[in-house]
């Protein structure tokens, strides 16, 4: 049978941290972030998002989560999110409660202004040059 | 005997749906977006498929963290759009096809495919999108019933390690020949849908590789066996995190046996945060067997 990617779980997540400005999903992210994520799909339903809304910290309080994750959800910062565990799938849950577009979401993670994300997708987007590979580079 | 005719491919951009339940897909910013897909709706209009075996992924909607299949294939009538956080879309649900997705799913363990059998299930964006640019009227409004069977395969492409290209290809293998022991005379389509280059998440979000999307479009039919040896890691580092979903245009690919001719693209950058690729591909010995 054809290989065509490493069959070592080692080898294949090695490289994923080279990716500049990127945390790919693997399963430790994914065991971290179980609660928050599971917590985001909550909001998959028009009670909850109201509940949600209505008193954030204590419909928090409901779900097994550390306060470093709660005051982040709260804050919105989803790159903190990210790092502790979420999946943007996952955390799109919140930021649909919040009436944010992807587009807007998305930029919030960039250190860009919504205008100054938009101007750049209008433009072609982010280049890829110079943001394949931190060690590499290129 | 069921055949697959064609293959087509498109991303799955949730604004998209937003802008057709808005109304919004005259704005100028959206014009072209939907211009690209005027071809191919006028042509699936005649063309007439009975089913459409639809290859996406769930977006954290019907599957949350508690089960992560590989591959799914939805079995029931019908599939319901999901409540992605804004109600679900004004949509009409989703006809299925439960005999030949039965048939698939018999056939494909029997063929040490071992694919998840769903009985129940909602479908997102990801499944309701392409639906909409294939099926919806000339002038973006969806209609009132889908003119289409579906079998939904879903593919885990949100946890790592989502399947290799090679193994999407081979699932794709699998389901042709499915399909070609299926009694009943269907014309089926396969869809291959997600991509192209995007980045949803991180200060790197926002990426696009026009260079790449066009090369990855052009191999589809000047040397597609190319595509199956491309690694996870060249799709994270070329097309962003979440170009990975490519990977699922290459069970349309591995679906079609014979020769293969585009008959439409479409590309455009940007639509939201995403660099969308349509393609229109013939599967010509399918044709001939039936002649």
Redesign the interface.
């Known amino acids: 049978m054809t290989q065509t990617m490493p069959r070592d779980v080692a080898a294949y997540l090695a490289e994923f941290d080279d990716i500049p400005g990127t945390r790919v999903y693997t399963a430790r992210r994914a065991r971290q972030g179980y609660h928050l994520n599971q917590f985001a799909m909550s909001l998959m339903k028009e009670d909850n998002r109201a509940r949600f809304l209505a008193d954030q910290r204590a419909y928090l309080d409901e779900w097994q989560l550390s306060d470093e994750i709660k005051d982040a959800v709260i804050a919105r910062d989803y790159n903190l999110l990210l790092d502790l565990g979420g999946n943007i799938y996952f955390l799109a849950k919140l930021f649909s409660t919040d009436k944010l577009s992807f587009q807007d979401a998305v930029s919030t993670m960039t250190g860009m202004t919504k205008d100054e994300y938009f101007a750049m997708m209008v433009g072609g987007g982010r280049s890829p040059h110079g943001n394949r590979s931190i060690k590499g580079g290129y | 005997m069921a055949r697959i005719t064609h293959g087509l491919s498109t991303s799955h951009i949730?604004?998209i749906g937003?802008m057709v339940d808005q109304g919004r897909t005259d704005e100028p910013y959206w014009q072209p977006i939907f211009e690209g897909y005027q071809w191919t709706k006028d042509y699936v209009a005649q063309e007439k498929p009975d089913v459409v075996i639809l290859v996406y992924n769930d977006?954290?909607?019907a599957f949350?963290?508690?089960f992560i299949p590989t591959f799914a294939i939805g079995c029931s009538d019908e599939f319901r759009p999901?409540?992605?956080?804004?109600?679900p879309r004004p949509v009409p649900p989703v006809p299925g096809h439960p005999d030949l997705a039965w048939h698939i799913a018999q056939s494909c363990i029997l063929d040490e495919f071992d694919i998840t059998i769903i009985n129940e299930m909602e479908v997102d964006h990801g499944l309701t999108v392409p639906m909409d640019v294939f099926f919806d009227s000339k002038d973006n409004k969806t209609p009132a019933q889908w003119p289409v069977k579906v079998v939904p395969v879903a593919v885990n492409v949100?946890?790592?390690?989502p399947p290799?290209?090679?193994r999407c290809w081979m699932l794709g293998e699998a389901i042709a020949r499915a399909v070609e022991s299926y009694p009943e005379d269907l014309n089926v389509h396969i869809w291959g849908t997600g991509g192209m280059?995007h980045?949803?998440?991180?200060?790197?979000?926002?990426?696009?590789?026009?260079e790449?999307d066009q090369r990855f479009l052009d191999l589809m039919t000047s040397d597609p066996q190319k595509l199956?040896?491309i690694?996870?890691?060249e799709y994270?580092?070329?097309t962003g995190?979440e170009g990975i979903e490519m990977v699922m245009w290459l069970i349309m690919r591995g679906a079609l046996q014979g020769k293969v001719t585009e008959l439409h693209r479409h590309y455009h950058?940007?639509c939201?945060?995403t660099?969308l690729g349509h393609i229109v591909l013939k599967n010509e010995v399918a044709e001939t067997v039936v002649a």
């Open positions: 949730p604004a937003a977006h954290a909607s949350d963290m508690k999901a409540d992605e956080g804004w109600g949100v946890t790592y390690p290799s290209g090679n280059s980045q949803l998440q991180g200060p790197r979000a926002g990426l696009i590789n026009k790449w199956r040896t690694e996870h890691i994270l580092r070329e995190s950058v940007p939201s945060n660099a």
